[in-house]
């Protein structure tokens, strides 16, 4: 029977030839990962379980990264918690501040995810790693502590939408506009519970650093998992990191899909999501006169690399707005390290903006960058709910990272092409 | 299991960030979680819910962030069970992990307002609106999650299995 990749994937993880949409399965995971929030109360969900030792010091994998540096004392315990655990189960893959990164950004640079595996992680953003050809999906602390105990989680093998994106990317529209605008196509609940595979010329000429932003979103449109066909990008990529020996799955030509989608995005122009909705996106021309009073580069969605490049493009030799606070976390030490390289962390700062260590931080109203009621922020992030970065009464407004560079210059929601 | 609460209503994509905002996240505390529960969709929630209280939302209930902490908050502050048009996925995972009866039924939904009386059987999926006599049939809960809830949960499901 033809089958999806991700019914591949799923299917060699359950010990069978083949799977269907629909059936329950018990898989075997490859990595399972939780963060100082989630972490927490699956530690303690897992010693309820009455066993002592996780099921593989290596594939249980810890990044305190959603309030560390700790922001207050009930934090640092809930990280030290995190922390003491790991020292207990001498777990290979724990990151402390100063050594670590974003979980998203950090498992795939360190080679810990590989194409063709299972991943788990407590973490609804833990898709992003459908980005090499992996089945990834977040579950809650509960799952993820018997999984730790285990190495198997049960799963509804889902159906899978196809998306074919065709012609020729314009001029700063990257990975963040081509998912924002399929998720304001197909709406929030448009992929609940399936599988997205994300496909075509476009992104088979689409960076990494852009596949994972689309992988990385596929949540927001309520899937269960992103993923992308590996090609030659993704095994370039995956070389000299990956810790794991790894497999490309593909899928058959004449495999079954809920639904296939084709866009044409030569004429597509930069996306903005407007609050309260990932869903609720226009184009930067439609988005009027919004001014902002935060600018936020970062997150586990656009914190990579090559959206430090496009940012610091357009701050070269400009000045942040005398209204606007920019903040740029970059998504990694190495990314970090990275971007002082190529002298992009000079750009940042000489231009008014601040730069922080690696953390979630304000992406869910964590710490470093809160908004007061009435403030309005547009963001490289992913989510832009009532109260995402603080006040209820503040706004999020979602972008990629050339939006909001330009939207830090002149103080309101900016065409990139406007200001450089 | 029979249940029997007020209905609060919730309207669509009701997302975990609402049902538990970010800045309650540094404890685990249930009841702790219980005092922010729904806040930033209606403050008043948590102060005026009662133990056996039902919440009744829309499409795409629990979306967003996989936070356990979000159906721990609404069973702790007492909600006996949440029945909405549709469950985010990592929400319904939990919901049932956890010991938290959701169910999907549009058509209660749609029948019930605000402050009526519903009664729940999570074994049969039949929800009874007492205040405007009428009964609605939930989706049925698949088997393989009935045996969760049997167990009492995944923690004692996946205990039942080390034995084996």
């Not at chain 1, 903006?353 to 009435?374: D, E, F, N, Q, R």
């Not at chain 1, 403030?375 to 832009?384: F, P």
């Amino acid at each position: 029977m033809p089958m999806t990749i991700t019914e591949k994937i799923l299917a060699r993880h359950a010990g069978r030839d083949e799977v269907r949409p629909g059936e329950l399965i018990s898989a075997r995971v490859d990595a399972v990962l939780a963060n100082d929030i989630t972490a927490p109360l699956a530690i303690r969900e897992f010693f309820k379980i009455g066993v002592s030792d996780v099921f593989d010091a290596d594939r249980v994998i810890l990044v305190p990264d959603h309030f560390v540096p700790n922001k207050d004392i009930k934090s640092a315990e809930q990280a030290k918690m995190v922390r003491d655990f790991a020292r207990e189960q001498h777990l290979t893959n724990y990151f402390e501040v100063g050594r670590m990164g974003i979980e998203h950004c950090l498992l795939p640079e360190q080679g810990l995810v590989v194409p063709g595996d299972v991943v788990i992680g407590a973490d609804s953003h833990t898709c992003t790693y459908g980005a090499l050809g992996a089945f990834a999906t977040g579950v809650g602390s509960t799952d993820l502590a018997a999984a730790m105990a285990t190495g198997e989680i049960w799963f509804k093998v889902p159906e899978s939408l196809k998306f074919v994106y065709e012609g020729e990317l314009p001029r700063w529209v990257g990975g963040k506009d081509l998912i924002l605008y399929t998720i304001g196509d197909i709406g929030v609940e448009g992929a609940l519970y399936k599988a997205m595979e994300f496909t075509g010329p476009v992104i088979e000429n689409l960076s990494m650093d852009g596949r994972f932003t689309m992988c990385n979103m596929a949540i927001e449109a309520g899937a269960k998992n992103g993923i992308i066909p590996p090609d030659d990008r993704t095994a370039f990529y995956v070389r000299g990191r990956a810790k794991r020996p790894f497999t490309f799955y593909h899928s058959d030509p004449e495999a079954t899909y809920a639904r296939v989608y084709h866009y044409d995005v030569s004429k597509l122009e930069p996306q903005v999501a407007f609050p309260h909705s990932p869903a609720n996106t226009r184009g930067v021309s439609e988005a009027g006169d919004i001014p902002v009073d935060q600018v936020v580069i970062g997150s586990c969605t656009n914190g990579r690399l090559e959206d430090l490049r496009v940012a610091a493009q357009i701050l070269e030799g400009r000045q942040v707005h005398r209204n606007v606070r920019m903040i740029v976390i970059p998504g990694t030490q190495k990314i970090y390290r990275e971007a002082m390289a190529e002298g992009l962390i000079a750009t940042f700062i000489e231009a008014g903006a601040a730069v922080s260590t690696p953390t979630c931080g304000p992406c869910l109203g964590g710490h470093m960058g809160i908004l007061a009621a009435g403030e309005r922020a547009i963001a490289t992030t992913n989510r832009n709910f009532v109260g995402r970065m603080g006040h209820p009464e503040s706004e999020v407004y979602l972008s990629g990272p050339a939006v909001a560079a330009a939207s830090a210059i002149t103080g309101r929601i900016t065409h990139p092409d406007e200001v450089i | 299991m029979k249940l029997q609460g007020r209905a609060w209503k919730f309207g669509d994509n009701i997302d975990t960030d609402v049902i538990i905002p970010a800045r309650y996240l540094n404890t685990t505390d249930p009841e702790e979680l219980a005092k922010h529960c729904m806040e930033d969709a209606d403050p008043s929630f948590a102060a005026r819910v009662q133990e056996g209280d039902i919440i009744v939302g829309g499409a795409n209930f629990g979306c967003g962030s996989s936070r356990e902490h979000a159906p721990l908050a609404i069973k702790s502050a007492g909600v006996a069970c949440v029945i909405a048009r549709s469950f985010a996925r990592i929400f319904y995972r939990n919901a049932f992990n956890i010991g938290l009866p959701i169910l999907e039924c549009s058509e209660a939904v749609d029948g019930i307002a605000a402050g009526d009386t519903v009664s729940v059987d999570t074994a049969t999926g039949v929800i009874t609106n007492i205040t405007r006599r009428e009964t609605y049939q939930a989706q049925p809960i698949p088997s393989f999650m009935q045996e969760i809830i049997a167990a009492g949960g995944l923690i004692n499901y996946v205990k039942g299995k080390a034995v084996e």
